[in-house]
């Protein structure tokens, strides 16, 4: 029933500031910036009630309005260098709406412009997990590259190779080792209150919503970037 229906924010938090790929937000791919691409795939949301962006910079800001999100503050600098961890930014915003509003939504989506492969069908599952489930946060994840069980290791303290985590039995193929996952940056949904009153994702119950490699792609570099955009030209 409609009266029972959560509210939900999306969040799209995108600083100035990027080492691994100049001015990596306002990048066009296809046409249209990473950050045009994080507030289409919001819009196309029906349970996202507002979108409203945190960064530090005037021209994501400018970006921001163009393709219609809400820029109600500008992130202090403290919080915007890539030191900072984006929780704090996450408690920032919903700190912003307590004092201004006097309201802050039950949910809260972060949508982060690194991973414009990801489609509202994403999004959605991942708040779905979040109402569905008795969990605190819900993260996006695709099947792990390497497996720490099998194929990452670690130097010891002589200075040698050995396994990350040993296993209790010798695992010869990587499908016998634990299966794992990469963490993505599609979509992270959490209860507001959870957020302001932990200092970690995994500080409380997490479920996990997996996604396709395809669109699942983490942009950091220019590699990443010529990656997604072949995939989007095929």
């Not at 260098?81 to 006097?102: G, I, M, Y």
């Not at 190779?161 to 794992?180: C, G, Y």
């Not at 590699?223 to 997604?228: E, P, R, V």
Request: net charge positive.
């Amino acid at each position: 029933m409609t009266h029972n229906r959560k509210e939900v924010y999306g969040f799209i938090f995108a600083r100035g500031g990027s080492k691994g790929l100049k001015n990596k937000n306002l990048k066009k791919l296809s046409g249209k910036s990473l950050l045009g691409w994080s507030i289409d795939q919001a819009k196309s949301v029906s349970r996202i009630n507002r979108i409203i962006i945190s960064t530090d910079s005037e021209k994501i800001a400018a970006e921001g309005k163009k393709y219609g999100a809400e820029i109600l503050f500008k992130r202090p600098k403290y919080l915007s260098s890539d030191k900072s961890p984006e929780w704090l930014a996450w408690q920032h915003a919903l700190n912003f709406l307590k004092r201004t509003e006097n309201k802050i939504p039950e949910i809260m989506v972060s949508i982060p412009p690194t991973a414009p492969l990801r489609n509202s069908k994403d999004i959605e599952r991942c708040i779905n997990k979040l109402i569905k489930n008795d969990i605190d946060i819900a993260i996006t994840v695709s099947d792990s590259f390497r497996n720490p069980w099998f194929n990452m290791v670690k130097k010891n303290n002589k200075n040698l190779s050995e396994l990350i985590n040993k296993p209790n039995k010798k695992v010869f193929r990587r499908q016998d080792a634990p299966k794992t996952y990469d963490m993505t940056t599609v979509a992270y949904a959490a209860y507001s209150k959870f957020v302001l009153e932990n200092d970690s994702i995994f500080s409380g119950k997490v479920g996990q919503v997996e996604i396709p490699k395809h669109r699942a792609i983490d942009i950091d570099d220019i590699i990443d970037f010529k990656i997604a955009e072949a995939l989007l030209k095929k």
